[in-house]
Structure formats: structure tokens, C-alpha cells
């Protein structure tokens, strides 16, 4: 199993929790208050019902009454009439009832005033008016609770759609606040569900952290320090199983003797600061042992009191026995550089000796031809005078060849000192110094801008010498011979080019190019003593940097080497 813990999905939010919780309470809210609202629109409706009803029974009275009015016998007895008394009584009974039934509306009422009394005149001294009064009254009367009854009918109506009204939106906005509770319910048990889930992928995570760990880890228990819990790294270390451990062994009963006497060394005050860590050797089932580094601190309860150890290890025996091969190896490795730092010091003073010690022979030897060839030249004949010619020929070769063995011999022993160095400055004046040597040259030669360096003047001035001097030499056999100094930047560093258009070289005797006394042309050729490559080869190895060439036969060469920029 992996130790990586995976990403943390979304958890159950206390805003999503409110959120689920105010959903619900709206709901309950709103199905009360719609409850409560549809109760009090359906009384409304149920009183305008109600006045509905009553005004037709006004209405039915009314109709009822003017059916009497118009069924009164009225004989003409010129402007006075008679009424039918029966019919009279009834109409006056009619009155009464009405009187009863509009007893909510003053205007009825007045109006009934106004018929009681015509209908008293009727029974005393009838006349036409009143009789039309009468009929007159009670058609205005009509017409008043007809015009009630729209109203109150439309406002019934009213009320009973409101009421609907208000329990269709109540109910689906209820119903819409239930869902979203439902949607949220659910979307809270996806999240506590993948809540649970990573909390599980992370508890075995981190149980296979701890029993895979590279270190081994336990925990005991006071007071008697045996084992609580321990991971399987330190298991396989001391090849028990867990059942063997826990409750039953203490750590220091697998320790050897000496590591016992350590930790018995170390005081309880030593203990409980916990501070750095103590090398100890294990004792193995098979009874090997390992060397491991332990660290312990205290595990206390919320009194502060110590409950037990937490202890960690780390395996060193490998890193134990690499040091011991290391440090042997090391022991070894300044045995091998002491023999052969000496071994090349007195080669280096065989060499600087036999040099030294044959530039005496050589310059008497040059001496004598000298004066033969002045004192006796017409004796020795044209012959002798080519032979002695030979040897003062070999003898300024061997001399130079000489020289150049102690320059090289010299740098083993020189120390480097570094400066400041302007490298176009002092490129112009080797090329300038060379032209003198020489004479007039004909070849061109290009200084180009060449970057400081820090590094030894006269060291690098004889490197620049003996690499545009070969570019002279090698090129001299053109027409148009041309040598360029420039310099590039790779990699941060400043690298210094001098390349001709001369002889060039066959790579495949790259292997020679700077070793000492290993030439690729012949003498007769190009004459030299083949340690000028070699020279500068130490000198740009002295400095830290590195030196390269290339080449073509016909074609012409070019050298490459690094110094140190400016201020390195």
C-alpha cells in the first residue's frame, strides 16, 4: 500500500449543516403559516358566505313583501283607497321580519321607519300614495341588497381563491423547502460517507507509513517499560513477531551487554531531557547483531506525570561499515599519494639536476666548435665545416631542449599567483614580443576581445607564447597565413581560442598532442623541442581550468583552455 495520503475530498461544512437545518425549520414554518392563513381565508370565506346567505333571505323577504304589496285590492274610492286587511297584516309582518334581517344596516332600517309608518296610514286613512309608497319602498329596497349581494358574493369569491391561492403556493413552496432538505440530507450523507472513506484511506495510509517507515518506532509503557506498540520495520529487525513483544519484552532486553551498561550510565534526568540520541548494538533472533542509533522522549498524561517512551531507531550498520571501508581506504589513498607525491619530487629533481647539470658540457662543447670553426675553418675544408655545423645545430637544439625540461620541472614547484589580468593587453604584447624575435612576419595575426581573468601573469603570458608561436610556425608555410586570439563564453565560463590556417595535425594523434617531449611533425619540418604544449597544458591545469585543440592536415589547428573569470 502507498504511504502517500490521498487528496481531501469536500466534508461536511457547519454552513452546509445550517444551511440543511434552516431548510427544514422554514419548512415548518411555512406549512404552519400556510396551515394558519388557510384557516383564517376559509373563516373569511365561510362570513361572506354567511352575509351571502343572509342577504338573499333579505332579497326572498323583500320579494315575498312586494308580492303582498301587489296583491292588496285597492277600490277606487277617488283619492282615498281601502286596503284588504288580512293581506295588510301580513304585508306589516313581512316589515317585521325584514326589520329583523337588516338590523345590521341603517339605511334599511330608515327606510323600514319610513314604510311602518305608510303602512299604519294605510290601516287609518288610505290613500294612493302611500299605497305606491309602499311598492315603491320595497323596490329600493331590492335593489339595495342586490347591489350587497354582488359585493358580497365577489368578495366570497374572492376569499376562496385567495384561500386556494395560498394553500397551492404554500404548499409547493413547502414542498420545495421539504425537497432542498431531502437534496441537502442526502448531499451531507455523500459527504460524511466520503468523509469517512478518506478518513479510513488515510488511517491505513498512515498505519502503513508507520509499519513501513525506514526507521524503527515503539512505544512502552511505565513503570515497567514494556512494549506497547511497535511497527514491523523494527519487528523485521529483530526478527520477532508482534505477539512475541507487546505486553511481554522490553527494549533492553535485546540490547548486548555493552549497550546495556550505556543506557544503566545515563541518569533519569539524562532520560527525561530526551537530547540527541545514543549508538547501541541489537542482538537479532538469530543472535546477530545491529548497531542503530536511538532517540526516546517522554509521553506524559495531562497531569505531566510519565505514562511511557516513545523511541525511535535508525539502522547504521551499513553506514558503519561503509565508514570503516571509507576511512580505510582514505588511510590507504594518503599512503599511495605520500609515494607518489615523493616519487615525483625526486623526479622532478632528477630532472631539474640532470638538466641542469648538462647545460655545462653543452655550452663548452658549443664553445669549442665556435672557436674551431673561427681558429681552423680553412684546415677542416668544406666538409669538416658542414660536420661542425651538424654539431652546433644539435647542440642549440639540446640546449633549448634542456631549457624547456626545467621551465617544465620549474612549474611542479611554483606557486600560482593570481591577479587581476587584462588578457587582450597581454595577448598584444606577445604577439609584439614574437614579431621582434622573429622579424618581420607574414602572417596576420587578430587579437580580438578577450575577457579579464584571474590568474597568474607569467604563467599564462608563457602559455599565450607558446600557443601563437606554434600558430606562427605551423602557418608559415602559407601565402596568406593568418592567426586569430579570441574568446568565447560557454557555460558561464570565459574560453580562449588561437587558431591558424597553417599545417594542422591528424586527430588520430590527439593522445600525444601534450605530452612531453611528443611531436606530430618531423623536426626537419617544423623544428621544436615538443614540451611547449606540455607546458601549457600544466599552467592551465595549475589554474583550474582545462586546454583542448583540433586540427586538419592542410587545413590549420586551433587550441582551446579556460582560466578563472575576473575576480574568482
Same mark, same amino acid.
Given at each position: 500500500?502507498?504511504?502517500?495520503?490521498?487528496?481531501?475530498?469536500?466534508?461536511?461544512?457547519?454552513?452546509?449543516?445550517?444551511?440543511?437545518?434552516?431548510?427544514?425549520?422554514?419548512?415548518?414554518?411555512?406549512?404552519?403559516?400556510?396551515?394558519?392563513?388557510?384557516?383564517?381565508?376559509?373563516?373569511?370565506?365561510?362570513?361572506?358566505?354567511?352575509?351571502?346567505?343572509?342577504?338573499?333571505?333579505?332579497?326572498?323577504?323583500?320579494?315575498?313583501?312586494?308580492?303582498?304589496? *301587489?296583491?292588496?285590492?285597492?277600490?277606487?274610492?277617488?283619492?282615498?283607497?281601502?286596503?284588504?286587511?288580512?293581506?295588510?297584516?301580513?304585508?306589516?309582518?313581512?316589515?317585521? &321580519?325584514?326589520?329583523?334581517?337588516?338590523?345590521?344596516?341603517?339605511?334599511?332600517?330608515?327606510?323600514?321607519?319610513?314604510? %311602518?309608518?305608510?303602512?299604519?296610514?294605510?290601516?287609518?286613512?288610505?290613500?294612493?300614495?302611500?299605497?305606491?309608497?309602499?311598492?315603491?319602498?320595497?323596490?329600493?329596497?331590492?335593489?339595495?341588497?342586490?347591489?350587497?349581494?354582488?359585493?358580497? #358574493?365577489?368578495?366570497?369569491?374572492?376569499?376562496?381563491?385567495?384561500?386556494?391561492?395560498?394553500?397551492?403556493? +404554500?404548499? &409547493?413552496?413547502?414542498?420545495?423547502?421539504?425537497?432542498?432538505?431531502?437534496?441537502?440530507?442526502?448531499?451531507?450523507?455523500?459527504?460524511?460517507?466520503?468523509?469517512?472513506?478518506?478518513?479510513?484511506?488515510?488511517?491505513?495510509?498512515?498505519?502503513?507509513?508507520?509499519?513501513?517507515?525506514?526507521? +524503527?518506532?515503539?512505544?512502552?509503557?511505565?513503570?515497567?517499560?514494556?512494549?506497547?506498540?511497535?511497527?514491523?520495520?523494527?519487528?523485521?529487525?529483530?526478527?520477532?513477531?508482534?505477539?512475541?513483544?507487546?505486553?511481554?519484552?522490553?527494549?533492553?532486553?535485546?540490547?548486548?551487554?555493552?549497550?546495556?551498561?550505556?543506557?544503566?550510565?545515563?541518569?533519569?534526568?539524562?532520560?527525561?531531557?530526551?537530547?540527541?540520541?545514543?549508538?547501541?548494538?541489537?542482538?537479532?533472533?538469530?543472535?546477530?547483531?545491529?548497531?542503530?542509533?536511538?532517540?526516546?522522549?517522554?509521553?506524559?498524561?495531562?497531569?505531566?506525570?510519565?505514562?511511557?517512551?516513545?523511541?525511535?531507531?535508525?539502522?547504521?550498520?551499513?553506514?558503519?561499515?561503509?565508514?570503516?571501508?571509507?576511512?580505510?581506504?582514505?588511510?590507504?589513498?594518503?599512503?599511495?599519494?605520500?609515494? @607518489?607525491?615523493?616519487?615525483?619530487?625526486?623526479?622532478?629533481?632528477?630532472?631539474?639536476?640532470?638538466?641542469?647539470? @648538462?647545460?655545462?658540457?653543452?655550452?663548452?662543447?658549443?664553445?669549442?666548435?665556435?672557436?674551431?670553426?673561427?681558429?681552423?675553418?680553412?684546415?677542416?675544408?668544406?666538409?669538416?665545416?658542414?660536420?661542425?655545423?651538424?654539431?652546433?645545430?644539435?647542440?642549440?637544439?639540446?640546449?633549448?631542449?634542456?631549457?624547456?625540461?626545467?621551465?617544465?620541472?620549474?612549474?611542479?614547484?611554483?606557486?600560482?599567483?593570481?591577479?587581476?589580468?587584462?588578457?587582450?593587453?597581454?595577448?598584444?604584447?606577445?604577439?609584439?614580443?614574437?614579431?621582434?624575435?622573429?622579424?618581420?612576419?607574414?602572417?596576420?595575426?587578430?587579437?580580438?576581445?578577450?575577457?579579464?581573468?584571474?590568474?597568474?601573469?607569467?604563467?599564462?603570458?608563457?602559455?599565450?607564447?607558446?600557443?601563437?608561436?606554434?600558430?606562427? *610556425?605551423?602557418?608559415? #608555410?602559407?601565402?596568406?597565413?593568418?592567426?586569430?586570439?579570441?574568446?568565447?563564453?560557454?557555460? +558561464?565560463?570565459?574560453?580562449?581560442?588561437?587558431?591558424?590556417?597553417?599545417?594542422?595535425?591528424?586527430?588520430?594523434?590527439?593522445? *600525444? @598532442?601534450? %605530452?612531453?617531449?611528443?611531436?606530430?611533425?618531423?623536426?626537419?619540418?617544423?623544428?621544436?623541442?615538443?614540451?611547449?604544449?606540455?607546458?601549457?597544458?600544466?599552467?592551465?591545469? *595549475?589554474?583550474?581550468?582545462?586546454?583542448? %585543440?583540433?586540427? &586538419?592536415? #592542410?587545413?590549420?589547428?586551433?587550441?582551446?583552455?579556460?582560466?578563472?573569470?575576473?575576480?574568482?
Amino acid at each position: 500500500m502507498s504511504s502517500a495520503l490521498p487528496d481531501r475530498p469536500p466534508t461536511p461544512s457547519a454552513s452546509r449543516i445550517d444551511a440543511t437545518l434552516l431548510a427544514t425549520v422554514l419548512a415548518g414554518l411555512l406549512l404552519l403559516g400556510v396551515a394558519v392563513s388557510s384557516l383564517v381565508q376559509l373563516r373569511h370565506s365561510s362570513d361572506e358566505r354567511a352575509w351571502v346567505a343572509h342577504t338573499r333571505a333579505v332579497i326572498d323577504e323583500l320579494t315575498e313583501a312586494k308580492s303582498l304589496a *301587489k296583491a292588496l285590492e285597492f277600490p277606487a274610492l277617488g283619492p282615498v283607497v281601502a286596503a284588504d286587511p288580512p293581506k295588510l297584516s301580513a304585508l306589516e309582518s313581512s316589515a317585521g &321580519a325584514l326589520r329583523k334581517l337588516t338590523a345590521d344596516n341603517p339605511d334599511q332600517q330608515r327606510r323600514l321607519d319610513r314604510l %311602518g309608518s305608510a303602512l299604519e296610514r294605510l290601516h287609518t286613512a288610505p290613500t294612493l300614495a302611500d299605497a305606491t309608497f309602499v311598492a315603491s319602498t320595497l323596490d329600493e329596497m331590492q335593489t339595495h341588497e342586490r347591489a350587497l349581494l354582488a359585493g358580497r #358574493g365577489a368578495r366570497a369569491k374572492a376569499a376562496n381563491e385567495r384561500a386556494e391561492l395560498l394553500v397551492l403556493v +404554500g404548499n &409547493a413552496l413547502a414542498f420545495a423547502l421539504v425537497g432542498y432538505s431531502v437534496w441537502q440530507s442526502r448531499r451531507e450523507i455523500r459527504a460524511r460517507k466520503a468523509a469517512q472513506d478518506l478518513a479510513d484511506e488515510q488511517r491505513r495510509a498512515a498505519e502503513d507509513l508507520y509499519n513501513q517507515a525506514p526507521c +524503527g518506532y515503539h512505544v512502552s509503557r511505565s513503570p515497567d517499560l514494556v512494549y506497547d506498540r511497535v511497527n514491523d520495520t523494527e519487528l523485521a529487525w529483530l526478527g520477532r513477531s508482534r505477539e512475541e513483544l507487546i505486553g511481554k519484552k522490553r527494549f533492553f532486553d535485546f540490547l548486548t551487554p555493552e549497550s546495556k551498561a550505556k543506557i544503566d550510565a545515563l541518569s533519569m534526568a539524562d532520560r527525561l531531557a530526551a537530547k540527541g540520541s545514543i549508538e547501541l548494538d541489537l542482538v537479532r533472533h538469530d543472535g546477530s547483531t545491529l548497531t542503530v542509533t536511538v532517540a526516546s522522549s517522554p509521553a506524559r498524561d495531562a497531569a505531566g506525570e510519565v505514562t511511557g517512551w516513545r523511541t525511535t531507531l535508525f539502522d547504521i550498520d551499513e553506514r558503519k561499515k561503509s565508514a570503516r571501508e571509507t576511512e580505510a581506504l582514505r588511510k590507504e589513498l594518503e599512503i599511495r599519494a605520500a609515494s @607518489l607525491e615523493e616519487v615525483n619530487k625526486d623526479l622532478e629533481s632528477f630532472s631539474y639536476s640532470i638538466s641542469h647539470d @648538462l647545460r655545462a658540457p653543452l655550452r663548452a662543447i658549443g664553445g669549442f666548435a665556435r672557436i674551431l670553426e673561427e681558429d681552423h675553418g680553412e684546415a677542416l675544408g668544406p666538409e669538416g665545416l658542414r660536420v661542425l655545423g651538424v654539431v652546433r645545430s644539435n647542440t642549440s637544439r639540446m640546449s633549448q631542449l634542456v631549457d624547456d625540461l626545467l621551465t617544465f620541472s620549474r612549474l611542479g614547484r611554483k606557486s600560482v599567483a593570481r591577479v587581476d589580468l587584462d588578457m587582450k593587453r597581454l595577448a598584444e604584447d606577445v604577439v609584439e614580443e614574437l614579431r621582434n624575435q622573429a622579424g618581420a612576419l607574414s602572417a596576420e595575426v587578430i587579437v580580438g576581445d578577450l575577457p579579464r581573468a584571474h590568474a597568474d601573469a607569467r604563467l599564462v603570458r608563457q602559455v599565450l607564447v607558446n600557443l601563437v608561436s606554434n600558430a606562427l *610556425k605551423y602557418s608559415s #608555410g602559407k601565402e596568406s597565413a593568418r592567426v586569430e586570439v579570441t574568446a568565447t563564453e560557454e557555460d +558561464g565560463a570565459a574560453v580562449y581560442h588561437v587558431k591558424d590556417n597553417g599545417a594542422g595535425f591528424d586527430m588520430q594523434g590527439y593522445e *600525444k @598532442l601534450f %605530452g612531453v617531449f611528443q611531436r606530430l611533425h618531423r623536426h626537419e619540418e617544423f623544428p621544436g623541442t615538443g614540451v611547449g604544449l606540455a607546458i601549457a597544458h600544466r599552467v592551465v591545469s *595549475k589554474h583550474g581550468g582545462k586546454i583542448w %585543440g583540433e586540427g &586538419a592536415v #592542410g587545413v590549420g589547428a586551433e587550441f582551446h583552455f579556460t582560466l578563472p573569470k575576473e575576480g574568482v
